[in-house]
């Protein structure tokens, strides 16, 4: 009986050892696992309907709702990329979009997708193609960051992050920036 505990806890050990080396061995197995990418079709279209990085697109749904459908914010914020319904309505007009409503956003992942990457766009745009600014402006909205970066508070660049006077949006850029980049190394083929 006394040899029965050390072989089990030397088959457990084993067990362990290999579970971790095989986790190591297919680490891409693993991160695909831990940061997995939904509506990867409606993504992809919609990225390159605006000439948007899908991964970046993917990275501010992760950051927003993680693929959950159907949440509104404190702030009211609709759909899995989490518009509000002002600019979402602004959008529809100016992209010139018919039949979307804002309750749309919430009940249909491809239309969240769809206006979220116009805007996305239209921000990357106004800010010169600055990936950063356009971030940023997608969270504290591109009044303030045009603000930030014609008063001097801000140059738009993620090393100078810290400088933001809005702690939530520092901590979102930084989190979308995690996410991208994880996600183009996990999924270079998207």
């Known amino acids: 009986m006394k040899q029965g505990k050390p072989v089990r806890k030397r ?10 080396a095989l986790m ?6 693993l991160g695909k696992w831990m940061y997995p990418i939904h509506y990867r079709d409606d993504i992809r279209i919609s990225s390159e309907n605006y000439g948007l ?3 970046l697109v993917a990275a501010i749904i992760r950051v927003e ?4 459908t ?9 759909g899995i990329m989490q518009m509000m319904p ?3 309505e602004w959008i529809v007009q100016q992209g010139k979009f018919s039949n979307i409503t804002p309750s749309m956003l919430s009940e249909r992942a491809d239309i969240s997708i769809e206006i979220g990457a116009w805007y996305l766009h239209s921000l990357h745009q106004q800010f010169g193609g600055n990936m950063i600014a356009a971030i940023a402006a997608y969270n504290a ?3 303030a960051v045009n603000r930030w970066i014609s008063d001097g508070t801000w140059d738009g660049r993620i090393e100078t992050v810290d400088r933001l006077p809005y702690g939530e949006t520092r901590h979102y850029i930084q989190r979308v920036v995690y996410y991208y980049n994880k996600y183009k190394k996990l999924y270079p083929e998207f």
């Open 24 to 29: 190591f061995w297919r680490s891409d197995w």
């Open 65 to 68: 709702t993680n693929y959950n």
């Open 11 to 20: 088959v457990f050990l084993l067990l362990v050892l290999t579970l971790l």
């Open 53 to 55: 990085e899908p991964h």
């Open 70 to 78: 159907g949440l509104q914010s404190k702030k009211g914020a609709l």
């Open 141 to 143: 909205g591109p009044g």
């Open 86 to 88: 002002d600019t979402a």
